[in-house]
């Protein structure tokens, strides 16, 4: 029997050759596909949860810039139809007096120069001609350009306004 193992181990590479393959400490384990399988599986499970995980973040992040996109459109659109309608405004302050702001500047006119100071508040106007403050301003505005006319401050009271005739 010693021949025989003396022939098995003369086909063994020489001792220089082992020497430098490092003999592992660690234990070597057989596993079979099934348990590799099941091995793969649980360590990649928590990643494929991330990932679902992320799909849906992504997927709300999506619906939530569709909507703010929607949001922003109807800004736009709003202000474009606000800006509209400033414009429409000013073009209507620089209209001319229409028949019954006319009508009202004659009727301020003919008040102010049948007084002896040619004076009057604001409030004795309103009740002259039975209007609000808008539209007895749109009154006074069509007389104001023509230079004959001012707004001036009450003595007794500060807060109130006159208008008063200038003299020729």
Same mark, same amino acid.
Do not use: W
């Given at each position: 029997?010693?021949?025989?193992?003396?022939?098995?181990?003369?086909? +063994? *590479?020489?001792?220089?050759?082992?020497?430098?393959?490092?003999?592992?400490?660690?234990?070597? @384990?057989?596993?079979?596909?099934?348990?590799?399988?099941?091995?793969?599986?649980?360590?990649?499970?928590?990643?494929?949860?991330?990932?679902?995980?992320?799909?849906?973040?992504?997927?709300?992040?999506?619906?939530?810039?569709? %909507?703010?996109?929607?949001?922003?459109?109807? +800004?736009?659109?709003?202000?474009?139809?606000?800006?509209?309608?400033?414009?429409?405004?000013?073009?209507?302050?620089?209209? =001319?007096? /229409?028949?019954?702001?006319?009508?009202?500047?004659?009727?301020? =006119?003919?008040?102010?120069?049948?007084? *002896?100071?040619?004076?009057?508040? @604001?409030?004795?106007?309103?009740?002259?001609? /039975?209007?609000?403050?808008?539209?007895?301003?749109?009154?006074?505005? %069509?007389?104001?350009?023509?230079?004959?006319?001012?707004?001036?401050?009450?003595?007794?009271?500060?807060?109130?306004?006159?208008?008063?005739?200038? *003299?020729?």
């Amino acid at each position: 029997m010693t021949n025989a193992a003396s022939a098995i181990n003369s086909f +063994l *590479p020489a001792q220089d050759a082992c020497s430098s393959v490092s003999q592992s400490e660690d234990p070597v @384990f057989i596993l079979s596909s099934a348990q590799l399988q099941e091995i793969i599986t649980k360590a990649i499970q928590p990643l494929k949860q991330e990932i679902a995980r992320d799909r849906k973040e992504i997927a709300a992040l999506r619906d939530q810039l569709s %909507s703010l996109e929607k949001d922003r459109d109807v +800004l736009s659109d709003n202000q474009l139809i606000q800006l509209r309608l400033i414009q429409d405004l000013k073009e209507k302050a620089k209209r =001319e007096p /229409g028949k019954t702001e006319l009508s009202r500047a004659e009727k301020i =006119e003919k008040y102010l120069a049948s007084r *002896p100071d040619h004076k009057a508040t @604001f409030e004795t106007l309103k009740g002259h001609l /039975g209007v609000d403050n808008d539209l007895l301003g749109i009154a006074i505005k %069509s007389l104001l350009p023509s230079g004959k006319y001012a707004i001036i401050k009450t003595p007794g009271d500060k807060r109130k306004r006159a208008l008063v005739m200038l *003299p020729r």
